[in-house]
């Protein structure tokens, strides 16, 4: 499994920007798919948005397309998460997760095998 570690989560107002980044090691981290997710309290996991092994290709959940940007640096082993126009709906925990890659990419909890342990993300009104 690849060891993932998130970073960049804080404190914001609505209406600014953040970005997260995952850092990944352990294998090859070009070899595998990424995504983000977040869990709000109370609520499920759920999903945010993910890219394929080699960034050609890019999923979001319907309601945050425009907002968040998902890209990946396969040299720095890094997957980074650009949020924009933050709303006090998007505060979670927002977690990084990983799986091997596929012939599609997952956008379910289930797909991916390796996770980070998240990083916090509270956008006040």
């Known amino acids: 499994q690849v060891q993932l570690v998130e970073s960049g989560g804080g404190l914001v107002q609505a209406g600014g920007s953040l970005r997260l980044s995952c850092a990944a090691s352990?294998?090859?981290?070009?070899?595998?798919?990424m995504g983000w997710f977040r869990q709000a309290p109370g609520k499920e996991r759920e999903f945010v948005a993910a890219i394929s092994w080699n960034g050609g290709s890019t999923y979001y959940a319907g309601s945050l397309k425009g907002r968040f940007t998902i890209s990946r640096d396969n040299a720095k082993s890094t997957v980074y998460l650009q949020m924009n126009s933050l709303k006090p709906e998007d505060t979670a925990v927002y977690y990084c997760a990983a799986e091997f890659r596929a012939l599609r990419v997952g956008v379910r909890s289930a797909d991916f095998g390796s996770w980070g342990q998240g990083t916090r993300v509270t956008v006040s009104s």
């Open positions: 352990g294998r090859t981290f070009s070899s595998y798919d």
